[in-house]
Every structure is written in C-alpha cells, then in structure tokens.
C-alpha cells in the first residue's frame, strides 16, 4: 500500500510562491495523486489531478495560480501570487491497487 | 451543479449506533464510486469506506470492519453509512466523497472530485 509524506507546515510571504509537496513511497512512483484543500472550518475542496508525467488538471473554479508538477515520486503544488485566503491545509490522496484510499498527513500553509 | 449534502450526525453513546446518509444531485450517481472520509477533531483526513457504481464491491479501513457497513440506492441517488458499536474514537466530521466513474476506475484515474458539507458524529456518554 502506498504511503503519501507531506510535511507539516509551510509558510510564504503573501504575494510570493510556495511550492508543496507530496512524495509517494517506493514502488508506487507512477501513481496519480490528488489536491485537496481545506480552508480553516471547512470541507475539502478537490483542487487537481497530478499524474506522474507531470500533467495536472485543476477542478471547477481553482484559480491560474495554482498548478501541479512531478519530478519522480514527488508531486508538487505551487501556488504563485499567495492571496490570504490561500491559507488552509493542503493534502494529497491517492487510491492503492485493493481500492483503499490513502491520504497524506497534510500541510499547514500559513501566509506571512 | 454536483451537491453532496450529509445528514444523520449526531451524539451517540459508546457501543451505540448511527446511520448517515448522503444525498447526491446534478450528476449520474449511478457511473460513480462513492466513499465516506472522516476527520477527528484536530486531525487529517481519514478514508472510510468505499462503494463502487453498482454496489456489487466495498471496502473499508480496518479499524471499522465488522462495525460500519457502507450501503447505497441509485433510486435514490443516496449513498449510506452504517454505524454501530461506536466507539469514542469514531467522533469525527465525516464526510461524502465522490469517486471516480467505473470508467475512469479501470483508466487509473482514482480519485476524489466533490466532497460533501461533513456532517458531525460525537461518541461520548
């Protein structure tokens, strides 16, 4: 079963770039992964697909700058231009081989 | 517009029993796996269980098996949770999630799209 490791917290100065990332354990490097976000008091939101080319597809609404990249077993999500509402825990998902979901521990952004 | 509303949260005592419903609209519930996520207090996120589009498979995590049953009726666009022998540690938001489409299952593409509002479960005496 694969293991999603995200760290903790990140912090970025508003206006400026963070880069988030989520790396999947070995022998499941190929795997599409997931970004969801929650914003303090609230449900999920599902922000993109990331596969393991490094093509992402945003959900309905999640703004330019936001995207999605991939180097090996890491799939990224960098946010440029951070806006205060950017704050929120961020996590990955992935579903392994026996249909069990697996989700990162999840990262904090705090915006400076 | 896809909507996921939970419902049937609430404050139960330990060894106790609660059924949570989820009703799905403005998309084919019947194409789509379905999951219940939950999420302790102060917690991440947690996956429960799953359904695939014709009920015919189901999975959950180990630390509910023989106590939580997930259930659904495409007549009634409405995906179900089963909760009994409660215990304190199931006190969580939980969460309707939808999945992939049988479809896009068998393509790879697994993964989470729209989540519900979340709907509380409190196991206390």
């Known amino acids: 079963q694969p293991v999603l490791t995200q760290s903790s917290s990140a912090s970025a100065s508003l206006g400026s770039s963070v880069r988030l990332t989520c790396t999947l354990s070995?022998?499941?490097?190929?795997?599409?992964i997931a970004w969801h976000q929650q914003q303090p008091g609230k449900a999920p939101r599902y922000f993109m697909k990331?596969?393991?080319?490094?093509?992402?597809n945003k959900g309905s609404g999640v703004p330019d700058r936001f995207s999605g990249s991939s180097s090996g077993a890491h799939r990224y999500l960098t946010i440029s231009n951070l806006q205060s509402e950017d704050e929120a825990d961020y996590y990955c998902?992935?579903?392994?081989?026996?249909?069990?979901?697996?989700f990162g521990g999840g990262t904090k952004l705090t915006v400076l | 517009e896809v909507q996921l509303v939970e419902s049937g949260g609430g404050l139960v005592q330990p060894g106790g029993s609660l059924r949570l419903s989820c009703a799905a609209s403005?998309?084919?519930?019947?194409?789509?796996?379905m999951s219940w996520v939950r999420q302790a207090p102060g917690k991440g996120l947690e996956w429960v269980a799953n359904?695939?589009?014709?009920?015919?498979?189901?999975y959950c995590v180990d630390s509910v098996k023989g106590r939580f049953t997930i259930s659904r009726d495409n007549a009634k666009n409405s995906v179900y949770l089963q909760m009994n022998s409660l215990r304190a540690e199931d006190t969580a938001v939980y969460y309707c999630?939808?999945?992939?489409?049988?479809?896009?299952?068998?393509?790879?593409?697994?993964?989470?799209?729209?989540w519900g509002q979340g709907t509380l479960v409190t196991v206390s005496s």
């Open positions: 999630a939808r999945g992939p489409t049988y479809y896009d299952f068998w393509s790879g593409e697994k993964y989470f799209d729209y």
């Open positions: 403005g998309f084919t519930f019947s194409s789509y796996w």
């Open positions: 359904i695939k589009h014709d009920g015919s498979e189901k």
């Open positions: 070995s022998g499941h490097s190929s795997y599409i």
């Open positions: 990331v596969e393991g080319s490094g093509t992402y």
């Open positions: 998902e992935t579903w392994d081989s026996n249909t069990h979901v697996v």
